[in-house]
């Protein structure tokens, strides 16, 4: 199977903690993605980090990406209660590029 | 502007029945993706259309399963004699031209198969 992996499976912190998830893949890839879902605002687009960049940033979030290791990294500093959702990575296999691969996400839970 | 919208938003359908699903792509949106996610899961790939064709339904699970798009604009995914284990949301996603792109999502449709 070419599904992605996140860990951990859940995550529950504090209130102005950090969360830091992780995802693994199998495939070249040339650029991952990262997503949140909740119940409020469905399935929403993070951020994106091509296969030849590092880290990149927005806002409270910091994407890393280790193609040797074919592993990418979401961490969400000074949590917010907000953030409650599920979180997952998708990538285009570097062979088919008209279709996303999904984990089966990290489900965060940010207490307040 | 108006986001990717999909009706209805909560279906609930006897064993048997054939239901149809529907999406509004964003507008000049060509690209226009069908995923299923079961409760507690990550996405299912179905059918990825560019304009009207469906270069890709490979994800497509059975037979029972079919979808078109018509004017490159609106897509309805049919799920004929539907059975318990389609039970999931349907959710719907376009981008501007699908080659490697974020994926804009719409709500989603909730089946449930009695």
């Known amino acids: 199977s070419q599904q992605g992996e996140e860990d951990p499976q859940a995550l529950s912190i504090q209130e102005g903690e950090n969360a830091t998830m992780n995802c693994s893949y199998k495939?070249?890839?040339?650029?991952l993605q990262w997503y949140r879902q909740n119940s409020g605002r469905g399935l929403v687009h993070l951020i994106l980090i091509r296969s030849n960049e590092r880290e990149k940033h927005s806002g409270r979030l910091r994407v890393t990406l280790d193609t040797s290791k074919k592993s990418s990294s979401l961490l969400i500093t000074a949590s917010r209660a907000a953030d409650t959702a599920s979180y997952f990575c998708a990538y285009y296999n570097a062979g088919n590029n008209r279709k996303l691969i999904w984990g089966l996400g990290t489900s965060l839970a940010v207490n307040p | 502007g108006a986001g990717v919208s999909q009706s209805p938003s909560n279906k609930v359908t006897e064993k048997g029945k054939d239901v149809e699903l529907r999406c509004d792509p964003i507008s000049g949106h060509t690209a226009l993706y069908w995923y299923r996610q079961s409760l507690g899961q990550g996405l299912e790939f179905l059918i990825y259309?560019?304009?009207?064709?469906?270069?890709?339904k490979s994800g497509l699970p059975s037979d029972r399963f079919s979808a078109e798009r018509t004017g490159g604009s609106v897509s309805t995914l049919t799920i004929q004699r539907t059975q318990q284990e389609d039970s999931a949301v349907y959710l719907c996603a376009s981008s501007p031209a699908g080659v490697e792109e974020t994926q804009y999502f719409g709500p989603g449709t909730r089946l449930l198969v009695l």
């Open positions: 495939t070249s890839i040339n650029n």
């Open positions: 259309f560019q304009g009207n064709s469906a270069p890709d």
